[in-house]
């Protein structure tokens, strides 16, 4: 199993070192049911870059979904991209008001891969540091 692993991790490193060619696969690979899958492809087309811009339409669709994992690689995507900026800031927003403290605790942890787009959400983190939940402090 762990074999396994480090075949899935080599492929997607591969994918992201095959870069603007791998894009349109990736995109298609956001369709798919497995959150896990979506977030790797997110992660993924963040790490390509600006080359990947041509998947901003899928990666904002991604947003709308209802796990956390790939919503918030999309927005950290988007915003590596460079493009969708205030579309990723929004659910990353949404994520930090959620009444589920792990989602909440995982958007705080996103603020900082957002890079400058995500400074604007840092009051709104900083003001969870009082909340009673230790996933969120």
């Keep these: 199993e762990a ?5 899935d991790a080599l492929c997607w490193t591969l ?9 349109k696969g990736l995109e298609g690979l956001l369709k798919n049911p497995n959150s896990v899958v979506q977030a790797y492809a997110a992660y993924s087309l963040g790490q390509i870059g600006p080359p ?4 901003e339409a899928s990666l904002k669709q ?14 950290v995507a988007l915003c590596r991209i460079g493009v969708g ?3 990723a800031i929004a659910a990353i927003q949404r ?20 890079g400058k787009p995500g400074e604007s959400l840092v009051p709104a ?5 009082s909340s009673s939940s230790p996933f969120t402090r």
């Design 52 to 55: 990947a811009k041509a998947a």
């Design 85 to 87: 900026e205030t579309d």
């Design 95 to 114: 994520g930090l008001e959620n009444t589920d403290d792990l989602v909440v605790s995982n958007a705080i942890d996103t603020i900082p891969a957002l």
């Design 15 to 23: 994918l992201i070192r095959i870069g603007e060619p791998a894009v």
């Design 3 to 7: 074999n396994a692993d480090t075949n």
């Design 125 to 129: 983190a900083l003001a969870k540091a």
């Design 62 to 75: 991604v947003l709308m979904g209802m796990n956390a994992q790939p919503v918030f690689a999309a927005a």
